[in-house]
């Protein structure tokens, strides 16, 4: 089944405490992103890359890391979280090929909350 | 820089009611694409339409249509014979010449079906 793979669905840490959220998708897809969603906000894209080793600061980049070292995966990284980093995540990925709609397939999500 | 406004923050309509939601855009880019996406109340994204911007043609799906304006800048969301599934908060977005790169999102509008 084709999909992006999110984890943790749901976290809850402290301040400073670095944390990793995983994202893989299965469909060889070249492009694959990071946005949070915060309420009256909508969607804010964090980092996105558009092919192995090639990454690019979104609009909201700042407290946030990511590696494109594999095809499949895009972890996002929070060196020292805060709390103004608690929100829902999403990642999602899409293909380049002719034929594609340029639909953006979605993980399912990931709460994170920072204390 | 791009941006998308969705001006209706909140949609409430009675079932079998026809609804629009609005979507107006700015961009500096020739070429660029429009999309919406839905999300319902489980929370996750889901793909419903893509648009080109040399393709003003409008679409309809079922009961739903896209009206695509370049004059207005505009890329409204009507649909017909609203029921209870379509509740949902629903995005309109808009990227730059590859379809995903710097995707921008409206703050999304909450629609809700009342039966």
């Known amino acids: 089944e084709a999909q992006v793979t999110q984890n943790p669905r749901y976290l809850i840490t402290v301040t400073g405490k670095k944390l990793t959220v995983t994202c893989s998708q299965n469909?060889?897809?070249?492009?694959m992103s990071w946005y949070r969603q915060d309420p009256g906000l909508g969607l804010r894209q964090i980092y996105y890359?558009?092919?192995?080793?090639?990454?690019d600061k979104g609009d909201v980049p700042e407290g946030y890391k990511v590696s494109r070292k594999e095809k499949r995966n895009f972890p996002l990284i929070l060196e020292s979280p805060s709390p103004n980093q608690t929100s829902l995540y999403f990642c999602?990925?899409?293909?380049?090929?002719?034929?594609?709609?340029?639909?953006?397939?979605f993980g399912e999500g990931s709460r994170l909350t920072v204390l | 820089a791009q941006k998308v406004t969705q001006a209706q923050t909140e949609i409430s309509v009675v079932e079998k009611e026809d609804v629009t939601l609005d979507c107006v855009y700015e961009?500096?880019?020739?070429?660029?694409?429009l999309f919406w996406y839905k999300q319902p109340p489980s929370g996750e994204l889901v793909f419903l339409i893509r648009?080109?911007?040399?393709?003003?043609q409008n679409e309809i799906s079922g009961r739903y249509s896209w009206n695509f304006q370049k004059s207005t800048s505009s890329f409204n969301f009507t649909i017909t014979a609203s029921q209870v599934v379509d509740s949902a908060v629903y995005f309109c977005?808009?990227?730059?010449?590859?379809?995903?790169?710097?995707?921008?999102f409206g703050t999304g509008t909450r629609l809700t079906i009342i039966p």
């Open positions: 961009t500096r880019d020739t070429t660029y694409y």
């Open positions: 890359s558009m092919n192995v080793e090639v990454t």
């Open positions: 977005s808009l990227s730059g010449n590859f379809g995903n790169e710097k995707l921008t």
């Open positions: 999602a990925s899409s293909s380049y090929q002719a034929q594609n709609t340029g639909e953006l397939f």
């Open positions: 469909m060889n897809h070249e492009y």
């Open positions: 648009r080109n911007s040399f393709d003003e």
